[in-house]
C-alpha cells in the first residue's frame, strides 16, 4: 500500500484529528484520495460486522489465510443471519483493520483457545 493512502487511511479514523474530506476535497480528488476512501468505507463496513455479531452474542468465526502474494483472506461466518462474508486484504489493510475501536479485542478473544 501506497504509503501516503496509509496516512490518508489513518487520518480519516482517528478520532482525535480526523481529516475533513469538504476541507481537503483537492486531497481526496486524486487517485491516492479516491483509493483511501475506498479502503477506509472497506475497513469499516468489516469493523461494523466484527462488532455487531461479536456484541450480539454470536462470535463471528474467522479465518485468516495468507495467499501467494501476500493478501489476507478474512472469512466471517455471521449467525445472526445466517450469512458469510469474505474478504481480501492486503497486509497494510489488516494491520489498519486491527487498530479502529474494538476490532482488536473482538479478534483477540475470537482467536483465544477456549478454556
Sequence with gaps: MDPFV???VERLHDP???LSRNRHFHTFDTPEGRSALKV???LKSLQRDIL???Q???RPRFFRQVGP???TRIELLMERIQG???SHLQDAEFELLAQLPGVREALEEILEPAA
Design 6 to 8: 496509509r496516512r490518508l
Design 52 to 54: 455487531s455479531c461479536f
Design 69 to 71: 502474494e501476500g493478501e
Design 16 to 18: 482525535t484529528r480526523p
Design 84 to 86: 458469510r462474508r469474505i
Design 56 to 58: 450480539e452474542g454470536h
Design 40 to 42: 477506509s468505507r472497506r
